[in-house]
């Protein structure tokens, strides 16, 4: 069993920075295939950016640029550094992991962590 704990979240005005941390605890984290989605008030699920296992990174269009993914195996923890945040980055970060399993992938999920930008 793997689990996920994001951290990080908070109210940040227009044009800030803030870096999110998601912590894995279970199974060999370096095997992992990591990333964050986010859901804003109304909105489906999205992708914000993910990082696989060899370090390969992937970002969704409105974030390219802007947000940058990371990971730290020493302690199984991958960030999201996001920069030049905008009110429509409001929503509830989540983290995931995606796990080697019989020849395919299972994916877990953090609770979600608040981001709110605003004045």
């Known amino acids: 069993q793997v689990q996920l704990v994001e951290s990080g979240g908070d109210l940040v005005q227009p044009g800030g920075s803030l870096r999110l941390s998601c912590a894995a605890s279970?199974?060999?984290?370096?095997?992992?295939?990591m990333g964050w989605y986010r859901q804003g008030p109304g909105t489906q699920r999205e992708l914000v950016a993910a990082?696989?296992?060899?370090?390969?990174?992937t970002y969704g269009d409105s974030v390219k640029g802007r947000f940058s993914i990371s990971r730290e195996n020493v302690k199984n923890t991958v960030y999201l550094q996001m920069d030049s945040l905008k009110p429509e980055d409001t929503a509830v970060y989540y983290c995931?992991?995606?796990?080697?399993?019989?020849?395919?992938?299972?994916?877990?999920w953090g609770q979600g962590t608040q981001v709110t930008v605003s004045s």
């Open positions: 995931h992991a995606d796990i080697p399993w019989s020849g395919s992938y299972r994916r877990y």
């Open positions: 279970g199974g060999i984290f370096s095997l992992y295939h």
């Open positions: 990082i696989t296992s060899g370090g390969t990174t």
